[in-house]
C-alpha cells in the first residue's frame, strides 16, 4: 500500500512544481508533500531487504567450509541495517573479502584502493574509523603490526570479528563505536598506544554531523589519513578546504572511486 501512497504523493508534489505561484497555504501544502515522500521512500530504503539465514549443512554453499558459511550468514544480516552502505545485491555487502581461498565479491574492492596509497604499511600500525566489515584492514592485516577498527553498527563489528577469529588475524581490533553520540577521546583508548601511523576516514563525512572534530582528532593521532570524500560536489570542496586547514600536505591519488561503479564521484586523498 505504501508503494501506491509513495506514487501519489510524488505525482502531486511534482504537479505543484508546475504552479508558478502557490501563496502560503501551498507552500505549506509542498512542504507536507515533500516530507512524506521523503519518509515513504525512506520506508521503503529500511524495509525492501528480508533476511533468511541459511542453515550451515545446508546444500547451497557446499564448497564453503562450515565457519566460511556461518561468516556468509552473518554477512548476509549485516544488510538489515537498513542504511545505504549494506550494498545488499553483494554477496560480501559493502567490501569484497577473501577468505581462506574463497573470494566473496562485495560492491567495493579494498585491495584495489590500498594499491593506490603512498605508503608502506609494513610493520604499521593502522586506524580505520567507519571500518564497516573491516574489508580495509584485512587488506593490510599480513604486512601490518595492528590494525583497530571502529563502526557504530553492531551488525558489522560482529560479522568482522568473526572474519577476525576465522583468518586468525589476531592482529586485528574491531570495536562498536558511534562518532556522534560518544566522547571522541575514547577513540584514543582503542588504540595500541598513543598514536598510529596512519588512519582511515573513507566516505564517512557526509553521514556525521561533527565530522570536523572527527578530522581534527585524526590529526592529533596518527601521522597520516588516507582520507575518501563524499556528498554532494560542494559537501566534498567543503571537506577539501577544512583538510588544508588541518594538515600541511593533502595529495589527491584518485580523482574518482574506480572501484565502485554506481558511486564514482568520490575523491581519494592521502594526508600528511
Known amino acids: 500500500m505504501w508503494l501506491n501512497e509513495l506514487t501519489y ?10 504552479i508558478p505561484i502557490l501563496g502560503p497555504a501551498g507552500r505549506n501544502i509542498a512542504r507536507v508533500l515533500k516530507k512524506t ?12 531487504y528480508t533476511f533468511e539465514r541459511q542453515p550451515i549443512t545446508a546444500s547451497s554453499h557446499d564448497n564453503y567450509d562450515l565457519e566460511t558459511k556461518q561468516i556468509l550468514n ?21 567490501h569484497s573479502l577473501s577468505i581462506n581461498g574463497f573470494d566473496i565479491n562485495g560492491q567495493r574492492n579494498p585491495a584495489q584502493r590500498i594499491e593506490l596509497v603512498p605508503f608502506d ?16 584492514l584485512f587488506s593490510v592485516a599480513t604486512k601490518a603490526l ?13 560479522a568482522a570479528n568473526k572474519i577476525r577469529s ?40 557526509m553521514w556525521i554531523k561533527n565530522w570536523r572534530e572527527v578530522i581534527e582528532l585524526t590529526s592529533k593521532i596518527s601521522e597520516c589519513l588516507l582520507f575518501e570524500s563524499n556528498g554532494t560536489k560542494n559537501q566534498q ?36
Open 166 to 205: 576465522h583468518t586468525k588475524q589476531q592482529n586485528l581490533d574491531f570495536y562498536v563505536f558511534n562518532l556522534e553520540k560518544e566522547d571522541l577521546q575514547i577513540i584514543r583508548d582503542f588504540l595500541p598506544g598513543e598514536k598510529v601511523n596512519i588512519a582511515f576516514l573513507l566516505s564517512i563525512c
Open 146 to 158: 595492528h590494525g583497530v577498527g571502529i563502526d557504530f553498527d553492531y551488525r558489522l563489528i560482529n
Open 121 to 136: 604499511f609494513s610493520g604499521k600500525t593502522v586506524l580505520d574509523i567507519g571500518c564497516n566489515r573491516g574489508g580495509m
Open 74 to 94: 552473518l554477512l548476509n544480516y549485516t544488510k538489515t541495517s537498513g542504511q545505504s552502505y549494506n550494498a545488499k545485491v553483494y554477496p560480501a555487502g559493502y
Open 237 to 272: 570542496m567543503e571537506q577539501l578546504e577544512y583538510l588544508k586547514t588541518t594538515y600541511k600536505e593533502v595529495k589527491l591519488i584518485q580523482e574518482q572511486s574506480e572501484d565502485d561503479e554506481g558511486q564514482k564521484n568520490r575523491k581519494l586523498y592521502f594526508c600528511k
Open 9 to 18: 504523493f510524488v505525482k502531486m508534489k511534482e504537479s505543484l512544481k508546475k
Open 37 to 48: 515522500s521523503r519518509a515513504l521512500r525512506g520506508k521503503n530504503t529500511r524495509n525492501d
